[in-house]
């Protein structure tokens, strides 16, 4: 019954994007994400897929043509530079944006999310979210260097303003080790 992590994130996706929005994939990876924004956008929505490896961007791509996706845009950028991507139509049609932080499973794990880009990239995204859009962060915190990101994000999302943001955290406190957990941000008001 309850929703595991992924089918959480993209849940929530769902829930709060609509079609025609513009949204964010942060950490584009594998593209699985990319694929499943694309989806719920609909043709005349459109994603931006974000990844600083050269590897990830060429995977997404790949995973794009096998779904004949052509509403998504990918580029090797860091996502703290995401918004100066999208023209302001696309800034105003801002939906939503997903986070999955920490490495590319079967690639280098020396390359991984830190907090200064991520809390920027949400900073940047959240000043233009649509009311009612939403910001999800899949926090993947066992590598080296994930405790430093976890602290400091949930730093960060707790002394966000509660009259602007509704700040969730979700995940499965009776694991082992360290198992992931989501943070969504939903925007109130603007
Ligand atoms: C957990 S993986 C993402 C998995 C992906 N969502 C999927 O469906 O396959 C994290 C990704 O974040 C990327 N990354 C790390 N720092 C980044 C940054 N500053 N901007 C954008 N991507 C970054 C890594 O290269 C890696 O591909």
């Known amino acids: 019954m309850l929703k595991g992590i992924i089918q959480f994130s993209h849940y929530l996706m769902e829930e709060a994007v609509n079609k025609g929005d513009t949204v964010i994939d ?7 994400d990319t694929v499943f924004l694309s989806e719920i956008v ?18 997404t791509k790949e995973n794009l043509a096998v779904h004949k996706i052509t509403n998504a845009t990918i580029i090797k950028d860091s996502h703290s530079n995401a918004i100066h991507h999208l023209t302001v139509d696309q800034l105003t049609s801002l939906g939503g944006a997903i986070f999955n932080l920490g490495y590319l499973p079967g690639s280098d794990k020396g390359i991984v999310t830190k907090s200064e880009s991520t809390i920027l990239a949400i900073e940047g ?5 649509k009311e009612n859009g939403i910001v999800v962060l899949v926090v993947y915190h066992g590598h080296e260097g994930g405790d430093i990101e976890k602290r400091n994000i949930l730093e960060y999302v707790h002394q966000l303003n509660q009259k602007q943001y509704n700040v969730l955290y979700y995940g499965f406190i009776n694991q082992k080790n360290t198992p992931p957990f989501i943070i969504a941000i939903e925007r109130k008001t603007r």
């Open 26 to 32: 942060a950490t584009c990876g594998n593209g699985h």
């Open 42 to 59: 609909g043709e005349n929505g459109h994603v931006f897929g974000f990844d600083i490896q050269e590897q990830a961007i060429e995977h």
């Open 125 to 129: 995204i959240l000043s233009h979210l």
